[in-house]
């Protein structure tokens, strides 16, 4: 896999606070053949029986890397780029001119990336929804499931990079 040496884009949590996210978005990292990198704290403990069945018998096969806190994992990469992605941002995910070094940031399933987080990072961008509560005078989707919108953003960075052949 590509570990700390990236030749592909890489996967970040900040924070993430529920198991069964961080193991479905592992076993997506593993079908798109990305790192996934864990920023401490979680809201779990990597023993917990909810991430093992959400990323099944795969888990053991995604390349995780955990990091105790933001300011060390950016240290780790100062060549990369990092994109914060958060439904508060207007830039969408499809004008981005996606680098094999970038980083996919995302941020807890209950709040999201904090302000001082998002100021770091090079790029702030989100993905388009029509049915959004933003788009809509009464109703509308508030935000996409993690594992879902995480989805969603591999999948476009990859198919721009053109690194989905089998």
């Known amino acids: 896999m590509n570990s700390l040496n990236s030749s592909r884009p890489r996967v970040a949590l900040f924070e ?7 193991g479905t978005i592992g076993r997506s990292c593993l079908a798109f053949e990305l790192s996934l990198d864990i920023i401490k704290p979680t809201g779990f403990s990597f023993d917990d029986k ?3 069945r959400a990323g099944l018998d795969y888990w053991s096969s995604v390349d995780v890397n955990l990091f105790e806190s933001f300011e060390e994992y950016k240290s780790q990469f100062k060549k990369s780029r990092i994109i914060a992605l958060t439904k508060k941002s207007e830039t969408s995910i499809s004008t981005i001119s996606y680098k094999k070094t970038d980083i996919l940031l995302f941020g807890r399933e209950d709040t999201g990336l904090p302000n001082h987080i998002m100021s770091e990072c090079e790029i ?3 993905i388009p929804m029509p049915g959004g ?4 005078k ?3 989707v508030r935000s996409l499931n993690l594992s879902v919108a995480c989805g969603i953003v591999c999948y476009t960075a990859c198919h721009q990079l053109n690194i ?3």
């Not at 993430?16 to 961080?22: G, L």
Request: hydrophobic share 20%.
């Open 16 to 22: 993430p606070r529920i198991p069964q996210n961080t």
């Open 133 to 136: 509560s933003n788009n809509k």
């Open 124 to 126: 702030v961008a989100g």
């Open 50 to 52: 909810y991430l093992r």
């Open 138 to 140: 009464s109703g509308g």
């Open 164 to 166: 989905l052949s089998t």
